[in-house]
């Protein structure tokens, strides 16, 4: 299993998006935070942005929809914006299996992330329509806060139904991880890891990636 690090554009500078994106080369994916203020108290960025962030850089991009109604304004982000990856929130998703089909149908792997107070057992079985799932260890909606170790037991059991063959999904944490925290999400079976303020607040980001990388290989 070979871990994946995700910088997370959230805690970089929003006026300088291609140059936060140009510090990391040595990053598998680039993660994006929409939110909408609405499914949660925050507001980032939408499609024109994560458009021209597309022109901006090669790496791929990992966006993160924290919006309601996702159903309607997921799609777009793998057809008009070249995403790599979408994750909608099961929590604001109205058809998920719906969803997932439009978003491999654009060429993009279709995520579906989970807050850290939804289970996962009520999705295991759409979850085969999905390539990515994304759990939250913290609550959506801001950077730098503090990682729940709580939620590891879903990462563990999404691992286990991985390893089992009842699921092909890479399993991606994100919300406080750091050089602490993702020895204890790699045990537990992640291998994408969104780091924000461990990276774009580190003096070199680029080696702080690396570093990352090195500790989820170690403790996998
Ligand atoms: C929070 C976002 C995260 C955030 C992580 O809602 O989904 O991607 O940027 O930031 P850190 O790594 O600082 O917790
Ligand atoms: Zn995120």
Redesign the pocket.
Known sequence: MQPRIAP?L??ADFARLAEAAAAVPGSDWL?V?VMDNHF?PNLTIGLPVVQALRKSTDLPLDC?L?IDDPDRWAPPYAEEAGAHNVTVHAEAAADPVMIARDLRAAGALAGLAIKPGTPLEPYLELLRSYDTLLV?T?E??????EFIADVLPKVREARRRVESGHLTLAIEV????NAETILAAAEAGADVF?????VYHADDPDRAVGELRELARKAS
Do not use: E, K, W
């Open positions: 997370s959230l805690s993660h935070d949660v993160h924290m939250m913290v959506p909606g801001f950077g730098g806060q994100d919300g406080g991880i969104v780091a924000g303020s461990a």
